[in-house]
Each structure stands twice: as C-alpha cells, then as structure tokens.
C-alpha cells in the first residue's frame, strides 16, 4: 500500500501501473493479486486511505489546540496541517489529494464519503469563525472554503521542494488566507486638533 500511494502521488491514476508498485515494493507484480484482485482495487484502497489519514490527522491538530485558540488560528492551523501532511508527510494524502479528480466514480465512493466528512471540519471552522466576526460580512462561507481548499489542494502540482520549504509555503498560505477573510481594520479616527489660547 506504502509503495502504491507514492508511486499515485508521483504519477497519477493513468500512469501508475502494477509493475512499478511491485518494483517500488520489491514484489514481483503478481504477488499484488493475491491482495487486490485488480489495480483499481488496489488504487481505490490509496485514495480512501489518503483523505481518512487526512481527515484524522487535521482532527487530532485542532483537539490538541488550546481552548481559547481563536476561531481564525484554528483555520490558519488547518491550512498548516492540509499542507504539511498532503505535501511533506503522507504520500496517502497527497495521492488523493492529486488524484481526486482522475479515478472513475465507480472508485469513489468511500473517499467521497471520507471527503465530505474532511469538508464538513473546514465548514464548522469557517463558521465559527464568521460568527466570532472574523471573516469578511461580503463574503460568502462556502465560496471562501471551496477557494481555500482548492488553492491549497493545487499547490501539490506546482509545489517544488528545491525552491521553497513546507515552512515558507505554509507561511505565505496563512498570510494569504487571513488577509483574504479578515474584515478590513477600520481607519482610526483623527483626533481634532486644539485650538491655541489666544
């Protein structure tokens, strides 16, 4: 499974093939069907795997937060999270996170369930966060948690570890997010300037 997940994140649905999961396993190809009676078994197993590791792993972050953390760092550490496990820590994650919207419909039942479950922490997230008065009145929740989580999802294309570090990405993404859903600082007000004794 270990070897399916990186060979997916690294060459996608069509062109991951048997032979190369059982190279990267040290396996001889046909010992896979003694597991998996075919590859899209095998691929589908990746992909759900992926967003529940996902989905785990972002909901033991936030519980592990403090309980006056602020709606808007609870948001900034899921965005940590996303990023770091789908890029630096689970080829699971980042094969489905890639790969989402490749495999058939016929394979996605479970992960579309497990992504719906993933989706539903972002929600209750933003949520809590429009309700503290922490993002912006014009915007609307679901539009802003589709365009924060697909500019999250598609820094796994065009993300090249030679160039930046998780650290910088993940730092530019927060500054992105918290500016773009933070209300606007109202101007402070000018003070009237005294008038001189005469």
């Known amino acids: 499974m270990d070897a399916t997940a990186h060979v997916l994140s690294t060459k996608g649905f069509a062109g991951t093939r048997l032979t190369d999961v059982a190279k990267h396993a040290e396996l001889q190809a046909p010992a896979i069907y003694y597991y998996f009676a075919s590859r899209e078994d095998l691929i589908e197993e990746a992909m759900f795997r992926g967003i529940n590791d996902l989905r785990d792993h972002l909901q033991r972050a936030l519980d592990a937060l403090p309980t006056d953390t602020t709606p808007m760092d609870r948001i900034l550490t899921a965005a940590e999270v996303h990023l770091r496990h789908g890029l630096d820590l689970s080829d699971y994650a980042r094969a ?81 997010i918290r500016h773009s859903l933070a209300p606007a600082a109202k101007p402070a007000r000018r003070r009237a300037k005294g008038r001189a004794a005469g």
């Open 96 to 176: 489905s996170i890639r790969n989402s919207g490749q495999i058939p419909d016929r394979l996605r039942a479970r992960q579309k369930k497990e992504l719906t479950a993933y989706h539903r922490i972002w929600q209750r997230l933003i949520a809590a966060a429009a309700a503290d008065g922490q993002i912006r009145g014009d915007l609307d929740p679901k539009i802003a948690q589709s365009l924060i989580l697909g500019a999250l999802n598609w820094s796994a294309e065009w993300w090249d570890p030679r160039r930046n570090s998780v650290d910088t990405l993940v730092t530019n993404a927060q500054a992105f």
